[in-house]
């Protein structure tokens, strides 16, 4: 039933009365012609005053809504409230993660924004139609309707704020990149004929080395004494590896000789102070060295090794914290060991750069800081020792003890009395360096450490005036490069530009020969630490054309020497990646001719795979068939990864044959993986499995997450298979040696492949001098079991593996249980594995029979 309300003459309402009797009403006068009329139970009112003209017969007025409708109205307004929230929250997720796009290396970013966002956008401009045609005609709610009309109008304006930040990031990007920030400095070039005479200090250094590690040992002990042979065979490595003359075979047994050694024997002093080139932590280097010292209290003379290990032992109990010795102990040793030195001759009279650089080495801050008085006072009590290394090391005390006191913050940051203290112990620096360079102008050291104090109390010419002076010594010496460097940041005395210019002018002398030009390198990728801005400055022309350059210098020197030469040229390729110049990248990915390298990946992030994929995408690599087909395989959906790698091969020019062979790798991967999901067993016998790996480097071939790897380094026999470790694996076979009496190394490898090694789990069946063992290691250096057992003419082996444990079989014995094994694997926190079954050619010639891989 329709019922008005209305407003009479007076401004009283009245109602509810039919709607015959509103017309009689307005007929009589009693309502008014513009007094409101309602009609009762609309939830918005309506004014009817038009539809009841005074006079006349009435029009027919709108029908009225049921009830039931305007719960109906109220839904949809609530569930368009729901859509724009929903359109609303994507939107508004991206742009909080906008800081993205700051580092977007190519165009397509925006596309892929937009293809992302457009179908909330049209959702919330869709929403907003119907909103307001709705309120146009007064369908809705008042409360839903406003809620919807901000909701989506919100998520049109988060839209347009994300792209357009997507935009303006890129164009602030260009602004860092072409804009100098701070105070542009000219930079002067470089003399490009400068001496580099770092290799004769070396030399001399190598020398002393050599006659008071190896020779003196070598006079010194009897050639029957317990492990003789093995004690020199490890101090002969170290000594040839100090001199930088091991081959990549002695590199190998010299790492082989330190695991061993390490775990298993601390008998010579000499030999375990041969181990600290390792990378070990500081508790096993306290232990070692401690160890080493107690054997060098029974033996007379040879104070500058003792020196040595002193000076190491407090390092390493000052970084191993407590429970590992005494640190005032060790630095007593220490000081009273270079006391006896030099006073018994160790260091000749051109041999003081040795001893400089001894003390100069690890350990040198923490003796500084501890002892630095006493340090100084033990060189500058003997006369022997010449003023200008006193002077030095004077000086290198009063720059620790002013930054100690100025602190590491910014400026605003430090105290009046921190600046005064500061000021003070430069100054006393600057009289002891400036000392030391008058007494010996052919010598860096001091120079360059005169480049330090200058950037806190100088500027940029005076910087560079001890700069010139410490090149003029050595045009190689890397400190001082360095050092003015860090001072043309904006924070100091220069800009990103004069950064820039500075790299430039290093790699404009060409020395190749040095790593002078590899320092606008070193230039853009300091301003990309402080700008964040990998896209904008490596698309800039004049430092994209610098940097290739330079990496197309070192590779073609590099020419005898195929890893050094993939790693620049994957410098190359990663940098036209990142600058988005992508016919650049894909010739570049060619003249890499392999995998790229290992190294360079890990400074973007990425491994090899992802970087070739991004050359050959364009930097649309995910939409890439052999990105979708590397997904399929993952997922175990066989037909799909084929059908998208058949896709990726007609996408693929025939003048690609690096990228070809990756598909072929792919395809193979496939096949493997299908055929051990089928539950069949892959042969893997005369290199199988190798048919697409002869021209792949050893360290590359590892280029995907949790799969298994057969392979070896260097000359070792090459075997390839990868799957998933999402069940159990096992692997089989045989092996023998030739000769049966050589020793030899065979060992499975297991870990994260894109970490460094000691991220690797070894298992190690090993002969070696007639004493058979198998051993299970964490990392490199800590053994957790090792057995003994006897290898015959042909050995039988059974690896079991599976995501938290195996155990491996050899000759019918258990010589790794599954709760060892489950333990290491634990550690490690991966489900990547490598297996890698080698042995040194030098030493004898494995030969593997029958080998399978199967699920059980």
């Known amino acids: 039933m329709n019922e008005f309300h209305y407003v009479d003459r007076e ?98 970013v925006e596309r892929d924004l937009l293809r992302e966002l457009l179908p909330w956008g049209l959702t919330s401009a869709a929403g907003l139609t119907v909103v307001v045609a709705l309120m146009a005609r007064r369908k809705l709610p008042a409360v839903p309707a406003i809620l919807c009309l901000m909701l989506n109008l919100g998520s049109l304006g988060l839209l347009f704020v994300t792209v357009a930040m997507n935009r303006a990031s890129e164009f602030k990007s260009d602004v860092i990149a072409s804009i100098s920030q701070g105070d542009f ?69 010299f790492n082989l000789l330190y695991r061993d050694y390490v775990s298993v024997e601390k008998l010579d002093a000499h030999a375990i102070l041969a181990c600290m080139d390792l990378d070990l932590p500081w508790t096993t280097r306290a232990e070692l060295l401690s160890a080493a010292d107690e054997l060098f209290d029974r033996q007379a003379g040879n104070h500058a090794l003792r020196f040595l290990c002193a000076k190491l032992l407090g390092e390493s109990r000052a970084k191993a914290g407590p429970g590992h010795g005494s640190v005032d102990e060790a630095d007593d040793e220490t000081l009273e060991q270079l006391r006896l030195a030099i006073e018994a001759g160790a260091y000749g009279p051109d041999e003081w750069i040795a001893l400089s650089f001894h003390i100069a080495s690890i350990g040198a801050d923490g003796l500084l800081e501890r002892r630095g008085p006493d340090l100084i006072k033990a060189l500058g009590e003997n006369p022997s020792v010449p003023e200008w290394l006193t002077e030095r090391w004077k000086g290198a005390w009063e720059i620790k003890q002013a930054w100690k006191a100025r602190g590491g913050g910014f400026a605003n940051s430090v105290s009046d009395r921190g600046w005064d203290l500061f000021l003070e112990h430069s100054a006393r620096a600057e009289v002891h360096l400036q000392r030391s360079w008058e007494l010996e102008p052919s010598l860096p050291f001091a120079a360059q450490e005169m480049v330090y104090v200058q950037l806190g109390i100088g500027g940029y010419e005076e910087m560079r005036l001890w700069f010139d002076r410490t090149i003029a010594a050595d045009f190689d010496y890397g400190g001082a490069y360095g050092r003015l460097l860090w001072g043309l940041r904006p924070r100091w005395h220069g800009s990103h530009q004069s950064m820039l210019e500075f790299g430039r002018v290093c790699a404009a002398t ?83 001719g392999a995998v790229p390298s290992m190294e360079v990946c890990r400074q973007f992030e990425l491994n090899p795979q992802d970087l070739a994929l991004a050359a050959i995408g364009r930097g649309d690599s995910v939409n890439h068939p052999a990105f979708q087909a590397v997904l399929h395989l993952g997922n175990q959906r066989f037909a799909e990864a084929s059908a998208a790698l058949r896709e990726a091969q007609l996408l693929t020019a025939p003048n690609r044959p690096v990228f070809r062979r990756w598909l072929e790798i792919l395809a193979h991967q496939v096949g493997v993986q299908q055929q051990l999901a089928d539950g069949s067993p892959i042969a893997i016998t005369d290199g199988e499995l190798d048919v697409a790996w002869e021209q792949f ?125 489950r333990d290491n694997l634990l550690r490690s926190g991966k489900k ?17 029979k029958d080998v399978t891989l199967r699920r059980p």
């Open 11 to 108: 401004g009283r309402q009245q109602g509810p009365v039919q709607e015959s009797e509103i017309h009689r009403l307005r007929q009589e006068g009693v309502i008014g012609h513009e007094s409101p009329i309602w009609r009762t139970g609309w939830t918005n009112w309506r004014i009817y005053s038009a539809a009841f003209p005074q006079g006349g017969s009435p029009p027919p007025l709108p029908r009225s809504r049921p009830r039931v409708f305007s719960r109906v109205a109220g839904l949809t307004g609530w569930l368009l409230v729901l859509v724009g929230l929903g359109a609303a929250l994507p939107i508004a997720f991206a742009l909080v993660d906008g800081f993205v796009f700051l580092t977007a290396s190519s165009d397509h």
């Open 185 to 253: 400095v000219e930079i002067d070039p470089l003399d490009s004929d400068g001496r580099a005479t770092g290799p004769e200090r070396e030399a001399i250094q190598d020398a002393w080395y050599r006659r008071h590690m190896l020779t003196a040992w070598l006079e010194r002990t009897p050639t029957n004494a317990p492990g003789y042979a093995r004690h020199r065979e490890v101090i002969e490595l170290s000594v040839r590896r100090a001199e930088s003359s091991l081959s990549v075979d002695e590199w190998d047994r």
């Open 510 to 592: 060409k020395r190749f020969d040095t790593a002078v030009p590899w320092r606008m390198h070193e230039a853009v990728h300091d301003v990309i630490s402080e700008t964040k801005q990998h896209a904008a400055l490596l698309r800039r022309q004049d430092v994209y054309q610098d940097l290739i350059g330079v990496y197309s210098g070192y590779a073609d020197i590099a020419a005898d020497e195929p890893e050094r030469r993939r790693r620049h040229l994957s410098w190359k390729l990663a940098t036209a990646v990142f600058g988005a110049h992508w016919d650049d990248a894909e010739r570049f990915l060619e003249e890499v």
């Open 697 to 821: 480097p050893a360290d590359a071939r590892m280029v995907s997450a949790n799969h298994i790897e057969l392979s070896a380094h260097s000359d070792y026999q090459d075997l390839l298979s990868r799957f998933d470790l999402g069940s159990e694996v096992v692997i089989e076979g045989s092996f023998s040696i030739e000769p049966p009496e050589a020793d030899f190394e065979l060992h499975l490898k297991y870990g994260n492949f894109y970490q460094f090694q000691s991220a690797w789990r070894t298992v190690r069946f090993r002969r070696y001098r007639d004493e058979p063992m198998i051993g299970l290691s964490r990392g490199l250096l800590q053994p957790t079991h090792t057995g003994k057992t006897e290898f015959e003419e042909e050995n039988r082996f059974t690896i079991v593996l599976t995501p938290v444990g195996g155990s491996v079989v050899l000759n019918g014995s258990e010589v790794i249980d599954a709760e060892g094994l």
């Open 832 to 848: 990547q594995f490598g297996i890698t079954f080698g042995s040194s050619p030098e030493q004898a010639k494995i030969t593997l």
